[in-house]
T-cell receptor
Framework: KAGVTQTPRYLIKTRGQQVTLSCSPI?????VSWYQQTPGQGLQFLFE???????NKGNFPGRFSGRQFSNSRSEMNVSTLELGDSALYLC????????????FGDGTRLSIL | DAKTTQPNSMESNEEEPVHLPCNHS???????IHWYRQLPSQGPEYVIH???SNVNNRMASLAIAEDRKSSTLILHRATLRDAAVYYC???????????FGSGTKLNVKP
C-alpha cells in the first residue's frame, strides 16, 4: 500500500512570492491534515480537510490556505511568503480524522530567501 | 487545551525496556492520549493511542494512570531504530485539539 506522498520535496522561494504544496493521501483515506515544523516552534497544526471541506483549523494567518479535491488529494497554499515561513511542511492522512492513526509523508522543505 | 509535560531527553541501552512518561494533568474526560514518534529526517509515525485502560500493539504498550493525568509509553526491548523524538498528544473529541508538544528525545545506546 503506497504511503503519503508529498511534492515537491524541496523548494526555494523569495519573500513576497506564493507557493503551492501537494499531498497525495493513502488510498481510501478521506482526511488530510497539514502541519508546519520549525526548530523554534516545533510541530504545529495548520488545518484538516475531510471530504473536500475544511473541518479544523490551527492558529495561522489567512495567508495559509488549503483545499482538498474529490479524490482526497490536497494542496496547501502560502501567499506573500515571509522569511519565517521557512519550515518543513508535513501532510498526514487518516481514514476518518485526527482521532484515528495519522500517516505522515516525509514533508516538503520550504526555504525562503 | 490539555497541556503536556515530557522529559526533554532520555537514554536507554539496546534490548532493555524503556518507559517514557507524559504528564497531562489538564486532560478532559473525553480526550484520547496519542503517542507518535519522529525518526531523524522523517515525518512522524503513529505509535499507539488509548482512552482509559492500558493498550498494547506490536510496537509498544500504553499505560494510563487511573486518574488519567499521566501516561507511560513502554517499549519492551529498545532497538537502535527506536531512537527518535516521542510525542504525547491528548486529543479532544471535537478533533480541534491536536497539538504536538516538544516531545522526548530518546537515545538508544548499543
Amino acid at each position: 500500500k503506497a504511503g503519503v506522498t508529498q511534492t515537491p520535496r524541496y523548494l526555494i522561494k523569495t519573500r513576497g512570492q506564493q507557493v503551492t504544496l501537494s499531498c497525495s493521501p493513502i488510498s481510501g483515506h478521506r482526511s488530510v491534515s497539514w502541519y508546519q515544523q520549525t526548530p523554534g516552534q516545533g510541530l504545529q497544526f495548520l488545518f484538516e480537510y475531510f471530504s473536500e471541506t475544511q473541518r479544523n483549523k490551527g492558529n495561522f494567518p489567512g495567508r495559509f490556505s488549503g483545499r482538498q479535491f474529490s479524490n482526497s488529494r490536497s494542496e496547501m497554499n502560502v501567499s506573500t511568503l515571509e522569511l519565517g515561513d521557512s519550515a518543513l511542511y508535513l501532510c498526514a492522512s487518516s481514514s476518518q480524522g485526527l482521532g484515528q492513526p495519522q500517516h505522515f509523508g516525509d514533508g516538503t522543505r520550504l526555504s525562503i530567501l | 487545551d490539555a497541556k503536556t509535560t515530557q522529559p526533554n531527553s532520555m537514554e536507554s541501552n539496546e534490548e532493555e525496556p524503556v518507559h517514557l512518561p507524559c504528564n497531562h494533568s489538564t486532560i478532559s474526560g473525553t480526550d484520547y492520549i496519542h503517542w507518535y514518534r519522529q525518526l531523524p529526517s522523517q515525518g512522524p509515525e503513529y505509535v499507539i493511542h488509548g482512552l482509559t485502560s492500558n493498550v498494547n500493539n506490536r510496537m509498544a504498550s500504553l499505560a494510563i494512570a487511573e486518574d488519567r493525568k499521566s501516561s507511560t509509553l513502554i517499549l519492551h526491548r529498545a532497538t537502535l531504530r527506536d531512537a527518535a523524538v516521542y510525542y504525547c498528544i491528548p486529543e479532544g473529541g471535537n478533533f480541534n485539539k491536536f497539538y504536538f508538544g516538544s516531545g522526548t528525545k530518546l537515545n538508544v545506546k548499543p
